[in-house]
T-cell receptor, first 114, second 111 residues
Framework: EAGVAQSPRYKIIEKRQSVAFWCNPI?????LYWYQQILGQGPKLLIQ????????DSQLPKDRFSAERLKGVDSTLKIQPAKLEDSAVYLC????????????FGEGSWLTVV | AQTVTQSQPEMSVQEAETVTLSCTYD???????LFWYKQPPSRQMILVIR??????QNATENRFSVNFQKAAKSFSLKISDSQLGDAAMYFC????????FGTGTRLKVLA
């Protein structure tokens, strides 16, 4: 079974530029999560989708971050314009359903903003 | 508000010994699940063990077990017979309508 796929794995951009990350969840998984993990910290939930609807985006900085999950399958997370403090690993995860289901993580997309 | 707190930034254990990682949580939801995830240096997080809050019996998974104290909102992870491959970051997580994690505990295993 294929795991959660993410791309690109690494990205270096200058501040004020834009970047987009892509995630393809495990086939059949209805719930998709985007987490931000700053070095040395725990993953912070940015947005959670159930199919193509948003369950929670309370910690998504909506002035610069956006995410979509068209057709309820793959998802894109965009940052525009990027700030230095956005340097982090962006983890995508998916689960078959909601709270009680095991979530499976991708390898992450490492962003460095200079 | 829902929170997960891990108060031990780093722990060390001798190979073959036992170590316990602490986690406390807070939620007003009656239906929730608790998890421990491991994140090796390669950064892909993998599930170690899970506990349904409605179950009184503590979950076990080979060398890994939990001590779930619902009234105290405590959920600790015990690793028995520690191995070098157990060295990693460990994150405590809670799933309600959303899925959140603590700040992590770095476990070092000493040969």
């Amino acid at each position: 079974e294929a795991g959660v796929a993410q791309s690109p794995r690494y990205k270096i951009i200058e501040k004020r530029q834009s970047v987009a990350f892509w995630c393809n969840p495990i086939s059949g998984h209805a719930t998709l999560y985007w987490y931000q993990q700053i070095l040395g910290q725990g993953p912070k939930l940015l947005i959670q989708f159930q199919n193509n609807g948003v369950v929670d985006d309370s910690q998504l900085p909506k002035d610069r971050f956006s995410a979509e999950r068209l057709k309820g399958v793959d998802s894109t997370l965009k940052i525009q314009p990027a700030k230095l403090e956005d340097s982090a690993v962006y983890l995508c995860a998916s689960s078959f359903g909601g709270a009680g289901n095991t979530i499976y993580f991708g390898e992450g997309s490492w962003l460095t903003v200079v | 508000a829902q929170t997960v707190t891990q108060s031990q930034p780093e722990m060390s254990v001798q190979e073959a010994e036992t170590v316990t990682l602490s986690c406390t949580y807070d939620t007003s939801e009656s239906d929730y699940y608790l998890f421990w995830y491991k994140q090796p240096p390669s950064r892909q997080m993998i599930l170690v063990i899970r506990q349904e809050a409605y179950k009184q019996q503590n979950a076990t998974e080979n060398r890994f077990s939990v001590n779930f104290q619902k009234a105290a909102k405590s959920f600790s992870l015990k690793i028995s017979d520690s191995q070098l491959g157990d060295a990693a970051m460990y994150f405590c997580g809670m799933g309600t309508y959303k899925y959140i994690f603590g700040t992590g505990t770095r476990l070092k295993v000493l040969a």
